[in-house]
């Protein structure tokens, strides 16, 4: 088919479908999207939570348990343990599709019933408080991470060690507030950093050593705020400093005022062919991406790794032939999913793994031919699923703003499991209680219980702190929310002479996001040569942008 335009029937404003887009949606057998890819994108991250968790008790043991879902929730959730027991069988959920009614309603009752898994974590050791997490050991408070030993407080970690509060890490150790890193090694409140090793405060650098306040270096060693020193000037400098009183804030304040006249890449693609968005890596043929590494053939994706073939996916490592997937990982064929890993041929489910040929399951395990968590032979899987496809086409849902869900159209905006302030999409897509409810979208109004434990007033210096911190609350200088330090953090902390964190430690992840270019994409001129660009930099933001060629100039 030929390019098409189209009005979305979220925002009402217009967007464009591809011809290659038209080829995909026939490969995979779905018709064209009604909502615009921004709608899309945010809609589906209205179905992740991350960082709100809340204890509550498991509805298989009593046992109380961290989960991402409050205690006001109406479904079962489960422990891991009990989640992956075999004391209760999801099957036992199924029912036989009724055609008086329309699926999505049908599926929505089935997963108010089958029991929810407190926290998405597999193959991990003593890491129980990780999230969406695979094969950590000694790890807390990680979000979106994968094959890592001693981390806290991060989000998309990746074969890391001995690492906290950091933000897109890969093969890492010992590093703080670092963001977009690989291969680091003891480098701190670093960004957009390859292959540095004891660098503080550095942007845009590769290779370094050695370096304080720098931006834009190769392969440089001893420099302090980019200008050049002896080993033995630098040690003395940074030694000076780093005995100085609240000599972070004061390292940081200096720092932003370079950065603020540093240019910015238009685009950050490297080691990529045919590629457009933004911080993409090792890939081909990735289109409208953000934060892509290993990618290949296909379109609209975030923070995603080793996936081919694919479209309108977020936060999915190693997956293909996929399309419409929230929180995936090793899948095959798996299309309008969240949550579902390891699994082939899964259309419209969620939290199923290891499965094959289902259709609008929930919380399966190693199973195959089922509709509604029902078990059916192949043949009569294979006979049910087109008729299903032609009654949601026939018999759509429509919301309550009249938005229409036909066979296609990931799951309605009101039935995700989460308040939108609770989801992944308010961190990017932010919108006030009045704004969400506007759009359908469902608000969360649980309070937790506030943490019982004496207020603690951090000293001027980490030399100050003694081990009772451990037993107190620090009080947040933005919110007023408690938070506790734990004794992995504090040694960390002392060992590198960084003084306690003085906010929570999801305001902490929130602050770093603000680090991350826009998932979107401007047109605007490069503001060195005059050349148009396609940038994440808004024309009217204050940032320098350069093109490809006036970047490649400038770095040093």
């Known amino acids: 088919m030929k390019q098409e335009k189209k009005t979305c029937q979220n925002c009402k404003k217009w967007f464009i479908i591809e011809t290659d887009d038209f080829d995909f949606y026939k490969k995979i057998k779905v018709p064209a999207p009604t909502f615009c890819p921004e709608c899309r994108l945010q809609r589906r991250l209205a179905f992740r939570n991350e960082w709100n968790l809340y204890r509550r008790k498991c509805d298989a043991t009593g046992k109380q348990v961290i989960s991402v879902y409050s205690p006001s929730k109406p479904f079962p959730v489960y422990s891991a343990k009990a989640w992956y027991s075999d ?18 309603e049908q599926f929505y009752e089935l ?104 931006t834009g270096l190769r392969n ?43 240019p910015r890449r238009a685009t950050r693609i490297i080691r990529s062919v045919n590629c457009t968005g933004d911080d993409i890596i090792n890939s081909k043929n990735c289109k409208d991406c953000f934060h892509a590494r290993s990618g290949e053939d296909g379109k609209y994706i975030i923070f995603a790794t080793g996936i081919k073939d694919f479209m309108d996916i977020s936060l999915d490592d190693d997956s293909e032939h996929t399309y419409e997937v929230m929180s995936g990982q090793g899948n095959y064929g798996v299309i309008l999913s969240t949550q579902c890993w390891y699994s082939r041929d ?39 699923v087109p008729e299903i496809i032609q009654h949601m086409n026939e018999t759509p849902y429509t919301d309550k703003k009249g938005r229409v869900y036909k066979y296609g159209e990931f799951f309605p905006i009101e039935f995700s499991p989460f308040g939108y302030n609770e989801s992944a999409a308010d961190d990017y897509f932010t919108l006030e209680k009045k704004e969400a409810v506007a759009q359908g979208y469902v608000w969360d109004e649980y309070k937790s219980a506030p943490l019982r ?50 906010i929570t430690p999801f305001e902490r992840h929130r602050r770093r996001l603000q680090k991350l270019s826009p998932l979107k994409l401007y047109q605007r001129y490069c503001d060195k040569c005059n050349t148009i660009v396609t940038t994440p930099y808004a024309p009217e933001g204050k940032e320098i942008v350069y093109c490809e060629k006036c970047y490649q100039q400038e770095v040093v």
């Open 346 to 384: 899964v259309q419209y489910s969620d939290l199923c793994q290891n499965c094959q040929n289902c259709f609008g399951c929930v919380g399966l395990r190693g199973k195959q031919y089922c509709i509604l968590n029902r078990q059916y032979s192949k043949e009569e899987y294979k006979k049910l």
């Open 220 to 262: 440089k060693s001893y420099y302090w705020f980019n200008q050049p020193l002896s080993k033995k000037e630098y040690e003395a400098k940074i030694t000076q400093f780093q005995d100085s009183s609240h000599w972070m804030i004061k390292a940081q304040q200096q720092f932003d005022k370079i950065l603020a006249g540093y």
């Open 453 to 502: 434990t004496a207020p603690y007033t951090a000293p001027a210096t980490i030399k100050q702190v003694e081990d009772d911190v451990l037993d107190k609350a620090i009080h947040s200088k933005i919110s007023g929310k408690p938070f506790k330090i734990v004794k992995y953090e504090l040694d960390f902390y002392k060992k590198f002479n960084l003084p306690l964190p003085l």
């Open 111 to 214: 997963r108010s019933h089958v029991p929810r898994l407190a926290l998405a974590n597999i193959k991990s050791i003593n890491s129980e408080y990780t999230n969406y997490a695979v094969g950590n050991k000694n790890c807390y408070l990680l979000v979106s991470a994968m094959d890592n030993e001693n981390c806290f407080y991060s989000y998309r970690l990746l074969n890391s060690k001995d690492s906290l509060d950091c933000l897109e890490i890969h093969e890492c150790e010992l590093c703080y507030e670092g963001v977009q890193l690989d291969n680091c090694y003891k480098s701190f409140f670093c960004q957009l950093g390859e292959s540095l090793y004891n660098c503080w405060f550095c942007y845009d650098c590769k290779g370094c050593t050695d370096c304080f306040g720098c």
């Open 87 to 104: 004391t209760w069988d999801p099957i036992k959920y199924g029912k036989a599709y009724d055609f008086t009614k329309t699926f999505f």
